[in-house]
């Protein structure tokens, strides 16, 4: 694609999302990959060196939590680590400028928060929460993952179980009912969609876009590969969304200014709503 061909792309995103007062974001490991967190597919992902099932499947767990626990340790390292980017930055400033509702992610990472986004659904759950299946007690990750080098699997620090689990959805595991339902509320109520790095293969949470595409609602692809929503995209913006979203967030806010838009009457402290984290 030509250098003009991708200006005319972020010119028509910036357009959609100037006019949006009720916008959601989608997002999946894809954002958070230039916070140096691996994705499970696209080119560098996770699932290139492991088998899904046998490392992030609910049976596995309960059958062997220390082997699960060796590799999210390893894992955790990158996300205690990780910062919001400028593409989750971006995505908070759209909601604060009232043109998106508010974020759906698959991520575990807490990095929108972090970024500053308000109405969250985080479908997938959050991993900087540990529970106890024996007793339901709450812990925090960094606490837990401090006492992995001497106790594998880790153990409870309230009745002594062994089935510590982070608060994130394995496969086999059903998502939280309440995010779910927060996440089609969203979608059914959208005046814009915004799917942001995710191959979109992980089911119920694929079917959030597909409902708001359903309606006719305009959808914008911001992917640095092909996804199977492309070709109900409006418009496909091909690239790094930490470099893609920044740029269609001045955009927007460039036409705001330029009064091409009317501003968002919305006030977006006025909305009190979906934080499922
Ligand atoms: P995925 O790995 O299946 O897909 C990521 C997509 O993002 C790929 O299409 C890839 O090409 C694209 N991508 C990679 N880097 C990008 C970048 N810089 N800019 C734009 N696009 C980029 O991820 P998914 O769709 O979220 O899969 C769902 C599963 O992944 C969920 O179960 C989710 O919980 C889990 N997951 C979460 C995290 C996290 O918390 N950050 C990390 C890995 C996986
Ligand atoms: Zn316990």
Redesign the pocket.
Request: glycine share 22%; net charge negative; hydrophobic share 30%.
């Given at each position: 694609m030509s250098s003009r061909d991708e200006e005319g792309d972020l010119g028509r995103a910036a357009e959609l999302t100037a006019r949006a007062r009720m916008g959601v974001a989608f997002t999946?490991?894809?954002?958070?990959?230039?916070s140096g967190?691996?994705?499970?597919?696209?080119?560098d992902?996770?699932w290139h060196r492991y088998d899904p099932y046998q490392v992030s499947s609910i049976e596995a767990f309960l059958r062997d939590p220390g082997r699960y626990w060796s590799l999210a340790a390893e894992r955790w390292r990158s996300y205690a680590a990780a910062r919001p980017n400028p593409?989750h930055l971006a995505l908070a400033a759209l909601e604060a400028a009232g043109h998106l509702r508010g974020v759906v992610t698959?991520?575990?990472?807490g990095l929108h928060r972090d970024a500053g986004t308000r109405c969250l659904v985080e479908l997938?759950g959050n991993?900087r929460r540990v529970r106890c299946l024996d007793c339901g007690a709450i812990e925090d990750r960094a606490e837990v993952q401090a006492r992995l080098e001497r106790e594998l699997p880790p153990r409870c620090g309230t009745c002594g179980g062994r089935h510590l689990k982070p608060e994130?959805?394995l496969f086999g595991e059903p998502l939280p009912a309440r995010a779910l339902m927060e996440a089609f509320e969203l979608a059914r109520g959208c005046d814009l969609m915004l799917v942001?790095?995710?191959?979109?293969?992980?089911y119920p949470?694929a079917d959030v876009p597909s409902t708001a595409v359903e309606r006719g609602v305009p959808l914008i692809v911001?992917?640095?590969?092909p996804?199977p929503v492309d070709v109900a995209a409006t418009v496909v913006l091909r690239?790094?969304?930490?470099e893609l979203l920044p740029r269609l967030e001045a955009e927007v806010r460039r036409r705001r200014e330029a009064g091409d838009t009317a501003a968002p009457s919305r006030s977006p402290s006025s909305d009190g709503r979906g934080t499922s984290s």
């Open positions: 999946g490991a894809g954002v958070s990959a230039e967190i691996s994705t499970f597919r696209g080119r992902g996770l593409g698959q991520n575990t990472d997938h991993g994130v959805v942001v790095g995710s191959s979109l293969q992980v949470a911001v992917n640095d590969e996804t690239g790094r969304s930490g």
